[in-house]
Structure formats: C-alpha cells, structure tokens
C-alpha cells in the first residue's frame, strides 16, 4: 500500500513544567548534556525501547545522558557487535533501538547491521558522534567522513553543534523525526550524525536557562507527549499498483503472495 506520514504539533500545555526533569536539566554543567539530555528524552517518548552503548570520547555527553535515565541501556565494547545487538531488540520488541558510538572508525563498524536492517526492514536508530564542521578536512584526530558513509538509510541528519544560537527545538524536531522514520513503512535505519564540540567531559561551562524558556521548548516541557506526534496513513493500492500485479497473476500456474515478514507479534 502507500503510506503518508503525517505531521501533527504537539498542543501547548498550560500546566507547570515536570519540576524534577526540569530542574534536572538546569543541575547540567553544559551545553551538550543539556541537548543530549533533551535528545534521549524526544526519543523515549517516540518509542525508543532500548540503548547499545559503546562509550567514546565525542559521544561521552551522550552516553552520560543515557546512563542517568529510565531509558534501558547495555554497555557494548564492540560497535559491531552493537549493532547486531539492538537489531535482535528490535525484531523481538518491534520497538526501536539505539546504537550509540563515538567519532571515526567506530561508525564505520555500523555499516554491517544497517545494511541488514534496510534490507530486513528492522527499526534501527544510529546515534553517532561527530566532529563539529570546522574540524573536518583539517588532519584533525579520529575524524573521517561520516557523512554518507552508512547506507541506505530511511533518513540522516547531521545535526548542528548544541550552541546558544542552536534552538533546543532544532534538536527536538529532528530526534521525533528521526524515531518516527524507524518505525515507518518501511522500517528501517535511520541515522543522527551528532557533532560535539568541547568541553566534551562534564566540565562546568555556563549556558543560557532562557532556552528552555522557548515558548515550544516550554510547552514540550510541561508534557509527557513527543515534541511532534506522527501518524502513518495506509490507503489501497491504486490500479495503477494492482493491474500489472493481477496480470502477473493471471498467467501463473500457481500465483504466490509475499505479505512481509513474520514480525513479534504476528507469532
């Protein structure tokens, strides 16, 4: 069939903010353990099920975000073996699953469970680290072109730098994108290629609270719902879709019908 994804705002929500989470993020020494903090926050509730973690320099603001939440999480050492990992999550929860890594080669050791989760049509959520832009092309360490290297993919971004001139709804919008494009028809891989520029350890650097004082910021804050809902539409086929199908059909001796996989649930 055709699928639309639908695009639906969150309404504003009059009622106070969550006080601890919100007080949770104003205790955070920077710029990106607030946005990484954020980020993880969007995703659970766009149905995350489950984080792969295999700590790195570049993604430590993240996986400190992940390690300090509800969100279950599993420490990995080989990022290939992650990947692996958060697919079998994902084919027996139907949920979707993160893999965490950091800058350079470690995402390369992705490539082999997002080819297999394209191609299986498993809800997987890349979460890869990244140099900021003004690093790149200029020798320095543990930095390749990231950018293109994972494929194919349902959807990539390579998200800006947390900055004071980076709206916190610029990291919300993508993250209940991102988790909406894993579950999709067809599912599959989706990737956030998140740059990170210093300090990356949780050092104390002062940051603006008025971000949160954003009026959609606020109002995602004072609700348990995603920043943007997303609803996926299935229509019939058109004749256009059918016809050549029934013809092929037509002139079988015995017509076979592939519906799609066997998922969780259908056992």
Known sequence: GQHTLHRICSPP?????????TD???????????????????????GLGHVFLC??????ALTAAVAASSVPHTMVTD????????????RASGRPAAVVVTSGTAVANLLPATVEA???????????????????????NQTVAQVGMLGPLR??????????????????????????CTLRQPQGPVQLNLQYREPLAPSAAAWPAALLEAPRVASWLASSSP?????????PPGEEVVAPLAALLAGARCGVVVAGALLAGAR
């Open 79 to 90: 990022e290939r073996g992650a990947g692996f990992a958060a697919i079998g999550f994902a």
């Open 155 to 180: 959807w990539f971004k390579d998200v800006p730098p947390p900055a004071e001139s980076e709206p916190l709804v610029a990291w919300l919008a993508d993250a209940a994108y991102a988790a909406a």
């Open 55 to 60: 700590p790195g320099s570049r993604c430590s």
């Open 227 to 235: 920043f943007t809902v997303y609803s996926t539409a299935e229509g």
């Open 13 to 21: 929500n009059l009622m106070a903010a969550d006080a601890s989470f």
């Open 24 to 46: 949770r993020l104003l205790s955070l020494p920077n710029l990106n353990a607030v946005y990484s903090k954020v980020l993880l926050e969007e995703l659970r509730r766009g």
């Open 118 to 140: 394209a191609a299986d049509r498993v809800p997987l959520l890349l979460l890869t680290a990244d140099r900021p832009a003004e690093l790149r092309d200029t020798g320095a």
